[in-house]
């Protein structure tokens, strides 16, 4: 049976995440570069419109599962793309709506294949259980980090983050302000590193920019500021399209999101990174980025690994491609 589409993509898109939607354009970039045209792509998301105007692909309601077991079985394969889906410490249903998808996917005949994952963390036994199921579903895995690459017992392969593959107009520009971004953790981390930041000898000395990530992370920062932790000149939540322009501007950064660190290394911004997650250290240490350790907040150094970057987008594309054609195969 012909179906309607080669890929259906599966992860938070849609949501309100930028780091999601950076995921989703170098996925949906990376299919292109594999043969696909933008009409053999469909994409569950929180926001049907919206995705469509985005990345040009065929937009399915993710929260209708009439929608969505009609698009698996209009598609050849259902493609987990990028990111830390399966984990439960924002939410102990996600392990559970993507453990479902691929439970239907299998049904409908739709063969699961899964790239650039970030699994857990995982608190709750039944939903590394789904994780593990999910995975061993998939035609093959590609990870970003050594923590996933452990779950999977190696049964996977490694590699980047796929946002770092990017096209990024890097531009050049007097450094005129330092950005930040916390996110909700457990309700001290990001509070302990707001306090370390304004405690640190350089936050007055240059513009304080907030960068929202997410709409919690917006959320949080407001009240990092009302409640007098740390002062924030500016708080932006931006679109994709400011991001060259922004990071690009910036004379340094310290933030706990991995796509903050993705854009930092991206600009050439030196960066320190506050590790909340495995993900986020396994990043810094991969490109020789600075962690915070809880200390003193010190003025980041540059990237020690910055001069990897090419080789490592041409090796993202070999790998997605690899991937591809595994899935792909008859």
């Known amino acids: 049976m012909t179906r309607r589409w080669k890929v259906l993509l599966c992860g938070y898109y849609g949501m309100g995440n930028l780091g999601d939607e950076l995921l989703a354009a170098a996925t949906i970039q990376l299919l292109k570069n594999c043969g696909l045209e933008e009409r053999e792509i469909a994409m569950l998301s ?6 469509a105007e985005r990345h040009r692909v065929y937009p399915i309601d993710r929260w209708s599962r009439r ?3 009609r698009a698996l079985r209009h598609s050849e394969t259902l493609l987990l793309g990028g990111g830390g889906i ?6 102990f249903r996600s392990p559970w709506y993507y453990w479902t998808v ?25 939903n590394r259980l789904l994780a593990q199921d999910a995975f061993r ?31 990024f107009r890097n531009e050049s520009r007097r450094s005129e302000y330092f950005l930040v971004n916390f996110r909700r953790h457990d309700g001290e981390l990001e509070y302990e590193a707001a306090r ?22 917006l959320q949080l920062m407001r009240e990092i500021q009302e409640r007098g932790v740390c002062g924030v000149d500016e708080l932006i939540y931006p679109d994709a399209e400011q991001l060259s322009k922004l990071f690009s501007g910036a004379a340094g950064a310290f933030g706990m999101r991995l796509h903050f660190g993705v854009l930092s290394l991206k600009a050439e ?27 003193e907040v010190l003025f980041p150094r540059p990237w020690q ?10 090796a993202i594309q070999s790998d997605f491609a690899l991937c591809f054609e595994r899935a792909m195969r008859l």
């Open 86 to 91: 399966f984990q439960d410490s924002s939410s």
């Open 67 to 69: 929608d969505v077991v």
């Open 46 to 51: 929180g926001e049907p419109k919206k995705s």
């Open 102 to 126: 691929v439970r239907l996917a299998k049904l409908c005949g739709c063969k699961t294949w899964a790239v650039g994952q970030s699994i857990g963390p995982l608190s709750r036994r039944i």
């Open 269 to 295: 911004v030196p960066c320190t990174l506050i590790p909340y997650d495995s993900k986020v250290s396994d990043f810094a240490e991969r490109w020789g980025g600075t962690l915070w350790n809880g200390g």
């Open 305 to 314: 690994k910055q001069a990897g970057l090419e080789a490592a987008c041409a």
């Open 137 to 167: 579903s998939c035609e093959i895995v590609s990870v970003r980090d050594l923590h996933s690459q452990t779950f999977l017992n190696g049964h996977c392969l490694l590699s980047d983050d796929l946002a770092l593959a990017l096209p």
């Open 196 to 217: 370390a930041y304004a405690r640190s000898s350089f936050a007055g000395k240059l513009k304080t920019v907030g960068v929202a990530m997410d709409k919690n992370d």
